[in-house]
């Protein structure tokens, strides 16, 4: 599976961006597709998720309320709309697949995107 993010960028405190996953390589309609982030000297951590179906969604706490996890399978893509951010939204995002449907442990992530640069000022 290929994975390619975009959408990154610089931002304002209280702005928002809508982060995209392009996938190719499998059948998308049949993966469940999450988020991580990465900030500088920090550990990669869980942001969201969505099931295949898109009937499922999850969100780490520091998140729930401003970012929005979704996808379109006839596009194979999927999206993190992201609003009110905060500086320490500061990160670069990833898209994944898990080895294991509905697993979100980072060691345990089969694909990776080469991620997209989000900053957000203060």
């Known amino acids: 599976v290929q994975l390619v993010e975009s959408g990154g960028g610089l931002v304002q405190a209280g702005g928002s961006l809508r982060l995209s996953c392009v996938a190719s390589?499998?059948?998308?309609?049949?993966?469940?597709m999450g988020w991580f982030r990465q900030a500088p000297g920090k550990e990669r951590e869980f942001v969201a998720a969505?099931?295949?179906?898109?009937?499922?969604?999850y969100n780490t706490d520091s998140v729930k309320g401003r970012f929005t996890i979704s996808r379109v399978n006839s596009k194979n893509t999927v999206y993190l709309q992201m609003n009110s951010l905060k500086p320490e939204d500061t990160a670069v995002y990833y898209c994944?697949?898990?080895?294991?449907?509905?697993?979100?442990?980072?060691?345990?992530?089969?694909?990776w995107g080469k991620g997209t640069q989000v900053t957000v000022s203060s």
């Open positions: 994944t697949v898990p080895s294991v449907a509905g697993t979100w442990d980072p060691y345990g992530m089969a694909y």
């Open positions: 390589g499998r059948t998308f309609s049949s993966l469940d």
């Open positions: 969505i099931s295949w179906s898109g009937s499922t969604t």
